[in-house]
């Protein structure tokens, strides 16, 4: 096994290949939303709201205090935190699970 052990906030862990891409800030590579069809990686909701309209999801103003999209011919809807700073990766694997063949979550 090799890495780098790296001490933060009292907890010590080990990052391995540090040198492959990782934010050297946190250990941690950061996570992105990838439309898989275009090759291109979801940077705003904007552009996210395109993709999903094109695939038959529609914007759904049942809660303001967050960006829903459901489809007419399912019972699934995706919920998004309204800034897109609070955007997970939690949230972009719900995005995936609904949308197998046209998204994938890819490391920075």
């Known amino acids: 096994m090799s890495g780098v052990w790296v001490f933060k906030n009292g907890v010590v862990r080990l990052v391995e290949n540090p040198s492959s891409g990782e934010n050297s800030s946190t ?8 439309h898989t069809p275009s090759n291109e990686i979801i940077t ?18 049942e809660d303001a205090d967050l960006l829903q999209f459901h489809k007419r011919s399912s019972l699934d809807l995706i919920s998004l935190p309204k800034d897109f700073s609070r955007f997970k990766s939690m949230h972009m694997y719900d995005i995936v699970v609904k949308n197998r063949d046209s998204f994938k979550v890819i490391d920075m």
Do not use: I
């Open 27 to 34: 250990g941690l590579r950061r996570k992105v939303l990838l």
């Open 44 to 61: 705003s909701y904007g552009s996210l709201e395109r993709k999903l309209g094109r695939l038959g999801w529609e914007r759904y103003y």
